[in-house]
């Protein structure tokens, strides 16, 4: 932001670049696989950005040579991506990559570029020759096609906050409930999860000793007189 919104209240105004800075980074970061960014280790957001890279024509190099050969590492890590999908149906999966060197030249051969996007696939998909010459590596493009857009994760995100921050826990921060509401919807199943190592720092980390075995005189007291007359 490079006027300020209010010059009388610098507060507000470092509040509203903060929180606009912060949607764009998260921003960025949920569609970084679209916008061509880092998509790191998610093998779901790998497959978007190589689909777009291996079957977008304008993602295609001038070069009928250079055409050839493009994308067939994009189309190994699809066909790897999807291959449970894949084998249940009837797609030869070792043609595939033969058929995508032919639709490529076909493509550069015959395509309009004032079509959309959506025409091709829809003519290549539907249309005779193409849909049976092309018949293995349009399965790539069908399972693209119909990934489903979901807010299941959206949805889960709001119940693990509304079950994190209740009415008693108030006075979390900001940041510590979003570290619960990751860990809480991306971290390990509570069996698989080693609680030792956060133990051990806890108890070595404050500036003044841990006390996990300290209780007070009144409850100590208390346990002493029922065991007592037990």
Avoid at 43 to 53: M, S, W
Avoid at 70 to 90: A, K, P, S
Avoid at 149 to 163: L, T
Wanted: aromatic share 8%.
């Amino acid at each position: 932001m490079d006027e300020p919104i209010s010059t009388a209240a610098p507060t507000l105004q470092r509040h509203i670049t903060r929180t606009a800075t912060a949607t764009v980074d998260h921003i960025k970061s949920r569609f970084s696989s679209l916008l061509g960014m880092d998509y790191g280790q998610e093998p779901a957001r790998k497959a978007v950005h190589f689909f777009c890279l291996a079957f977008n024509p304008e993602m295609w190099p001038d070069s009928m040579e250079e055409l050839l050969v493009y994308g067939t590492e994009y189309v190994d890590f699809l066909l790897d991506h999807f291959r449970d999908v894949l084998n249940r149906t009837t797609c030869d999966v070792h043609r595939c990559q033969e058929e995508y060197r032919s639709m490529k030249m076909s493509v550069r051969r015959t395509f309009n570029r004032a079509k959309s996007y959506n025409d091709l696939y829809e003519a290549l998909l539907t249309k005779e020759p193409h849909c049976t010459d092309y018949k293995n590596i349009l399965h790539l493009v069908s399972a693209m096609l119909v990934l489903p857009i979901s807010s299941a994760q959206c949805e889960r995100g709001f119940s693990a906050q509304r079950r994190i921050k209740d009415s008693t826990r108030a006075s979390l921060a900001v940041s510590r409930v979003e570290d619960l509401i990751r860990i809480s919807a991306d971290g390990p199943p509570l069996k698989d999860y080693d609680a030792l190592p956060a133990v051990r720092k806890f108890l070595t980390s404050s500036t003044r000793a841990r006390r996990p075995n300290f209780r007070r005189r009144g409850a100590a007291a208390a346990d002493t007189e029922s065991d007592d007359s037990g």
